[in-house]
């Protein structure tokens, strides 16, 4: 499995290839999800969860967008959970490939994308933002 983040890195650095960066909270725990999801409901914000893993070849080709579009949309909560280090919160969100977003307000899933596009990613954030300004928070 870690094979993939050793081909292009010069040293084993598969724990930094999912670290956040920008406005991206790092999830290693139930509790911090939980909390972080109580914080977005309080906040009335909307949550993204990448679900992602440090030996996955396209989490990484796209994890530096996702750290750009968190410094644009700051109306957004930006999270990001290795689906290895919190393995039961991955499978109580059926994820089956990596990388995976959710969307979530107020707990509750409004959008999902699987896998690594940018354009579609870019396109459902538009989305989620747009019909955040016409609906009173």
């Not at 994890?63 to 919190?86: G, H, K």
Request: proline share 4%.
């Amino acid at each position: 499995m870690g094979l993939c983040a050793s081909k292009h890195s010069e040293t084993d650095d598969s724990s930094h290839l999912i670290l956040p960066g920008g406005k991206v909270n790092l999830v290693t725990t139930k509790e911090t999800w939980e909390g972080k999801l109580a914080q977005a409901s309080r906040e009335g914000k909307v949550v993204l969860a990448n679900f992602s893993a440090a030996w996955c070849g396209p989490c990484k080709v796209i994890a530096p967008y996702y750290c750009e579009l968190s410094e644009q949309y700051p109306s957004l909560m930006f999270l990001t959970i290795d689906v290895d280090e919190l393995a039961d919160l991955s499978t109580s969100y059926d994820i089956k490939a990596t990388p995976t977003f959710f969307f979530l307000k107020d707990g509750q899933q409004i959008e999902k994308l699987v896998g690594s596009n940018k354009a579609e990613l870019a396109k459902k954030i538009t989305a989620i933002v747009d019909s955040q300004g016409q609906c009173p928070q």
